[in-house]
């Protein structure tokens, strides 16, 4: 099971958090990523973590505002938000998967329940 906490409504410029978390599996056995999806499009890729934190990869938008990282002492995958811009609204899944291409295909069989992020101008 895989659960995400975070998100909200903030304004242009403003930061927010996500967190996601999984049960009842090994945590470090996962590459894992982060998804969304805005209001009438398809849901795309915004970053991806190896299963060490030694890899990472940012859809060209979110790079160098965007910061995903885990922990995995603690099982949590984060993603740190900054300068956030109106086009950065959506559903925000996390997802994992063993394979790399898997997470960041978007092919990955296990997603969290979706947190919304709403940025206002």
């Known amino acids: 099971q895989m659960e995400q906490s975070g998100g909200g409504s903030v304004q242009a410029g403003g930061s927010l958090r996500l967190s996601c978390t999984i049960s009842g599996y090994t945590f470090h056995a996962y590459n894992m990523g982060w998804f969304r999806q805005a209001p009438g499009k398809e849901r795309e890729f915004v970053a991806a973590?190896?299963?060490?934190?030694?890899?990472?990869r940012y859809e060209d938008s979110v790079r160098g505002r965007f910061t995903i990282s885990r922990d995995n002492t603690k099982n949590m995958l984060y993603l740190e938000m900054n300068d956030l811009k109106r086009d950065d609204t959506g559903v925000y899944y996390c997802?994992?998967?063993?394979?790399?291409?898997?997470?960041?295909?978007?092919?990955?069989?296990?997603w969290g329940q979706g947190n919304q992020v709403t940025v206002s101008s």
């Open positions: 973590i190896s299963q060490t934190g030694d890899r990472t």
């Open positions: 997802n994992r998967e063993g394979y790399w291409e898997s997470v960041v295909g978007g092919t990955a069989l296990f």
